[in-house]
């Protein structure tokens, strides 16, 4: 909606109708304070909105004045805009305006809907000297198939949008796509055929027959995103003649990787287009990725205000700084006030509470018969997870924070004494004890018969089941973050701000990847998506085979957790006491979950439910 399309009256069918004047109050609640856009049956205002006196609520007030002479034809602009009403009202959905109201008045009818403080995409070219740059243009076509996808999958019967064109696009004041004018917007039904409703040059051909599948909204928005690259109005030339005018050869600045998705999106027969939305902004992300584009982009929430509840909650009575382990049925997890407890996953009854004489940071590691947890009081204890009594205990004289591993019959750990020790499960003999000089925090990963882990005075060690040092890499500050070891590379974080990818034989640096501040974070590694966290507040994604940036999602304080992937979303808990769910692929924002204390630890997933403590002494399950 923009002002240069503003008349003083319009022509109907029986002559100029006069719109409403500013100062008139529509219904005894809706003050009128501006023409905002003109269509050919009627008016959009900008009001205020008078039930709520003691804040300024604008809305958009859209008029449909029905002059036509013939019932019939009466008739159907009734309907048409009763189904605008009807559909609009069944959508939730950040890129489509709500509806608040919805009336007839002195033989006209009136939509009141979200008033979206913006300009569209037509006047944002009329105004630009040039086309509009190929960041801004990737950004918006990304959200503008995330909204296709949403309609497209409406249930019960998918919503054809039907005139994607630039001035049916609003840019609000965040930057961010809202779809308008859903006024022959239909539900499809295979094989129903219509008349031919859209604005030529946008629509595809088989429009021009009648006929409009999701596939139409397709081809609209491949002809918009040329008409924005190359500031050629496809109204302006002859139908269906995209090829003859290829992008590059008007706006050589455009990527070539762009531009292929934009000629798919155009072609003539809708079986050889992108077969749907989803397709589309997956290929669209595709060619960010390479173009580099996806990390110099902002996408919005994709949800913008999802509510999300615990399944169940558990009460501890001090802070959860540790990560949880599932077994059989059962969720262990260590507490600062420090007892492990052993909590039902299904509802969180209480099982057992098993006590040490300090905090507990590590996570369980779990075999068939045996828990392992060390405790800050200088223990590593073997608990009994039938019934949480200690089997045996290992006594050492330092805190442990470095969570136990088993591998091969073996448990694995650091300790703050500065030692990496191997115990033999079965035998409770200490068979390792490899001094690494300063204290071991990181949990180790086991990986081809070696050991890696790093050290508070920012050594890197891999060493073999004998203890022998393979080789040693230094970092300039400690590495606190538990090493990942994927396809020969091992990955890790460090409070000197870097992230390493090493050659998992040699130690030999493959590339390095810097951050604003350091990290604790352990890495995560999804196919060739690398994810951490740092105290800059970041949770990034960067390519594992390269470094090169994916996306990074801002928190409002540090992320000492680790992320963790399920269904391609990323969860990660944040100090500014959130845990986050993020769009693997963009990392954009699906739900955020507030606790009351921050989130330090590393979410754990089973059964499509994520697990985690809090600060704030609750421990939650929340389903995905």
């Not at 006069?18 to 609640?29: E, S």
């Not at 919805?102 to 009136?110: A, G, I, K, T, V």
């Not at 501890?316 to 507490?335: F, K, L, P, W």
Request: proline share 5%; aromatic share 10%.
């Amino acid at each position: 909606m923009d002002t240069h399309r503003i008349t003083q009256s319009f022509s109907g069918g029986q002559g100029p109708v006069k719109q409403l004047q500013t100062g008139f109050v529509l219904v005894d609640r809706y003050l009128i304070q501006d023409v905002i856009g003109v269509g050919g049956m009627g008016s959009v205002y900008r009001a205020r909105d008078l039930h709520f006196p003691n804040v300024i609520k604008l809305v958009a007030v859209k008029e449909m004045i029905n002059q036509a002479r013939d019932p019939l034809v009466r008739q159907t602009v009734v309907q048409n805009f009763e189904r605008e009403a009807n559909i609009l009202v069944t959508l939730n959905h950040p890129s489509i305006p709500k509806i608040f109201d919805y009336f007839s008045h002195e033989e006209r009818s009136y939509l009141v809907l979200e008033y979206i403080n913006g300009k569209d995409l037509e006047a944002i070219l009329n105004e630009s000297e040039g086309p509009i740059p190929e960041d801004k243009v990737i950004s918006w076509a990304i959200e503008i198939c995330d909204v296709l996808e949403y309609l497209h999958n409406h249930k019960p019967e998918p919503i054809i949008f039907r005139d994607m064109k630039p001035s049916n696009v609003m840019i609000n004041q965040q930057g961010h796509v809202v779809l308008v004018d859903f006024g022959i917007a239909k539900m499809f039904r295979e094989g129903q055929k219509g008349t031919m409703i859209g604005t030529e040059g946008y629509s595809p051909p088989e429009q021009y027959r009648g006929e409009a599948s999701p596939l139409a909204d397709i081809y609209a928005l491949g002809a918009t995103l040329h008409h924005l690259l190359t500031k050629r109005d496809p109204r302006m030339e002859p139908p269906f003649s995209f090829a003859e005018r290829p992008i590059r050869q008007i706006n050589p600045a455009v990527s070539i990787e762009l531009e292929t998705v934009i000629q798919t999106a155009l072609k003539y027969s809708p079986q050889e287009r992108f077969q749907s939305a989803a397709a589309m902004k997956e290929a669209l992300l595709n060619a960010a990725k390479k173009t580099g584009a996806l990390s110099r982009i902002s996408l919005p929430a994709v949800v913008s205000e999802q509510v999300v509840k615990p399944i169940w909650i558990f009460r501890c009575e001090d802070e959860i700084r540790g990560s949880a382990s599932y077994d059989n049925g059962i969720i262990y997890v260590g507490s600062y006030d420090h007892n492990l407890y052993a909590l039902d996953a299904t509802n969180g009854e209480f099982k057992w509470k098993f006590p040490t004489n300090g905090g507990i940071v590590t996570r369980p590691a779990i075999t068939n018969d045996l828990i392992f947890v060390g405790s800050e009081d200088g223990n590593l204890y073997a608990i009994l997870p039938k019934t949480g009594k200690m089997a045996w205990t290992l006594p050492l004289e330092s805190p442990i924070r470095s969570s136990p591993k088993i591998v091969e019959g073996h448990v694995f750990f650091g300790c703050d004494d500065g030692f990496l020790y191997g115990v033999n499960i079965l035998s409770m003999r200490r068979v390792m004890k490899v001094d690494a000089g300063m204290a071991i925090r990181s949990s180790p990963a086991v990986v081809n018969d070696l050991i890696y882990f790093g050290n508070e005075g920012g050594d890197f060690l891999c060493v073999d089941f004998r203890g022998q040092l393979k080789w040693r890499f230094r970092a300039k500050r400690a590495i606190t973050s538990s090493p990942l070891v994927a396809q020969g590379i091992v990955y890790f974080t460090s409070l000197d701000g870097s992230v390493y990818a090493l050659d998992a034989k040699s130690g030999w640096v493959i590339w390095r990847y810097r951050m604003m501040k350091g990290s604790v974070s352990s890495p995560y590694r999804m196919d060739h998506y690398l994810l951490f966290g740092s105290a800059d507040g970041n949770i990034y994604c960067i390519d594992a085979n390269n470094s090169r940036e994916i996306w990074k999602y801002q928190t409002n304080h540090q992320v000492s957790g680790s992320p963790i992937v399920h269904k391609e979303m990323v969860f990660c808990g944040s100090a500014d006491g959130n845990l986050y769910c993020l769009e693997l692929k963009t990392g954009r924002l699906r739900w955020k979950f507030a606790t009351e204390g921050p989130i330090t630890s590393t979410p754990l997933i089973f059964n499509d439910t994520v697990y985690f403590g809090s600060a704030d002494h609750i421990f939650y399950a929340i389903l995905v």
